[in-house]
Nanobody
Framework: QVQLVESGGGLVQAGGSLRLSCAAS????????MGWFRQAPGKEREFVAA????????YYADSVSGRFTISRDNVKNTVYLQMNSLKPEDTAVYFC???????????????????WGQGTQVTVSS
């Protein structure tokens, strides 16, 4: 079982930055894949970024590549999403997600995650 608690959302002007945090409560993180998703009003939930807890760099949606960075803190069992150069179209509820995976496989899944946080609102004003 994995419990996820997000924090860090808020209101920011276009061009600004926010950092989201996702604290994971789980016995072992080694085979865990952590992801961020978002859902804007009237739209489907979409993949934003993900990484393997075992190591390696993050994977990103084209819409956020170069502006967002996903990272991990192994001591705090926390995953972060640093969001820079925010745009009004980034406005959404952001969800942290987790699932078990094979660290040796290339890439990360972009759907089908088992565990979800409660979501945190990010609003970017123009």
């Amino acid at each position: 079982q994995v419990q996820l608690v997000e924090s860090g959302g808020g209101l920011v002007q276009a061009g600004g930055s926010l950092r989201l945090s996702c604290a994971a409560s789980v016995r072992t993180l080694t085979n865990l894949i952590m992801g961020w998703f978002r859902q804007a009003p009237g739209k489907e939930r979409e993949f934003v970024a993900a990484l393997k807890w075992s190591g390696g760099s993050g994977y990103y949606a084209d819409s956020v590549s170069g502006r967002f960075t996903i990272s991990r803190d192994n001591v705090k069992n926390t995953v972060y999403l640093q969001m820079n150069s925010l745009k009004p179209e980034d406005t959404a509820v952001y969800f942290c997600a987790a699932d078990w995976g094979d660290p040796s496989r290339t890439g990360v899944p972009r759907q089908g995650y088992t565990y979800w946080g409660q979501g945190t609102q990010v609003t970017v004003s123009s």
